[in-house]
């Protein structure tokens, strides 16, 4: 909330209307939990009348053993293609404020 | 686009008509990280590897801090944060060693962050000091997402624990640069704790971290753990960066710029 009040503030918008978060299955944040907790958050703030939209987003791997990509399980993150475990995460872990819709 | 009677204005954009989208691209944790940064140059200037603790409660973080305290021997000169809920106790135990410690009491946070972090290292001189424990809260949950400022996560899980923990808390094993199985003892009693299963779990995270199994009742088996430790402030004095793996960007850009000096 400190930072949509910040940037509210930074854009002259004397309201939130929109708040757009991406969180990855690897980010440590449960969605909905999130959504419950924004409703509690958000009053007596520049966004009390926010609509929040989280982005879920996939887990996704890139292999550094066989150069394979693709879709992966949070405590599985194997290759699909060679099984190997030498992977990094391209997509999954974000926790990210993505946009904000103001008005101004 | 007509301007008079707004027929350009259409359900789906009329939230826009007073306003605009900013897009933002900031990680949530933004704030946070940045103090852990002010943290992190302050441990910089005094050449000290600050070690974040974590474990469910009652795995053995403190009792692995007393050992390892008796097993240095001055080697490494220590000071530890401690995190709970309430209570001095685990700062007295380690104050009793003569180590200097420092308890944070969250009252109800659930994990230490870098705000706490911060406002504790006033009260402790680092000049001298080698390696600053910092033994968070005990939970398998939340203190893996907070970045203190510090360069390494240790997780330990006790054998008692069960062998695939890993799988259960992924973001906290996935988090961490090394695992210790600790109560290792008690192997001799049980035969449903598997070291070789846990370490399995720990690479379908696709984490290389070490996995060190050890007993604080059986001093022997402390000496990967030691030399982990001697080796880590070695690499950290050589220049080796080291951050620990916290609430990576997956790719995305980090547009933010300071517009302030950092005093």
Known sequence: MRQVERIAAENDAHAVSRVVLKVGPLSGVEPDLLKHAFTIARAGTVAHDARLEVQEGALRVLCRRCGAGGEAVVNRLLCPNCGGWQVDVTEGEELLLLSLDLET | ?263
């Not at chain 2, 140059?41 to 692995?64: D, Y």
């Not at chain 2, 402790?124 to 424990?133: A, E, K, N, T």
């Not at chain 2, 971290?209 to 022997?220: D, G, I, K, Q, T």
């Not at chain 2, 088996?221 to 430790?229: K, R, S, Y």
Request: include cysteine; charged fraction near 25%.
């Open chain 2, 1 to 263: 686009m007509c301007d008079t009677c707004g027929c350009n204005i259409t359900p789906g954009n009329a939230h826009l008509a007073d306003g605009k989208t900013v897009e933002v691209l900031e990680n949530l944790l933004h704030e946070n990280d940045h103090v852990a940064a002010h943290n992190r140059e302050h441990f910089a200037r005094h050449g000290v590897l600050a070690v974040n603790l974590m474990s469910s409660p009652g795995s053995g973080k403190t009792s692995l801090l007393e050992a390892t305290i008796e097993a240095l021997g001055g080697e490494l000169k220590m000071a530890v944060v401690e995190g709970d809920l309430e209570t001095e106790n685990d700062a007295e135990r380690i104050r009793a060693r003569g180590v200097p410690a420092v308890q944070i009491t969250t009252g109800q946070a659930c994990h230490l962050d870098a705000h706490m972090v911060h406002d504790a290292l006033h009260d402790m001189d680092l000049d001298g000091i080698d390696v600053l424990f910092i033994e968070n809260v005990g939970n398998l949950v939340c203190p893996a997402s907070f970045d203190l400022g510090h360069h390494a996560n240790v997780t330990l899980l006790s054998v008692t624990e069960g062998d695939d923990k890993p799988a259960k808390y992924p973001v906290m094993f996935r988090a961490a640069d090394l695992v210790v199985l600790s109560k290792s003892d008690f192997l001799d009693m049980i035969d449903d704790f598997d070291p070789a299963k846990a370490e399995r779990h720990v690479r379908e995270l696709a984490n290389e971290a070490p996995v060190f199994s050890l007993s604080v009742r059986r001093p022997e088996t402390l000496a990967p753990w030691l030399e982990w430790l001697h080796g880590s402030v070695k690499s950290l004095r050589a220049g080796e960066s080291a951050t620990p793996k916290v609430q990576p960007e997956g790719g995305l850009a980090h547009a933010h710029a300071h517009g302030h000096t950092h005093g």
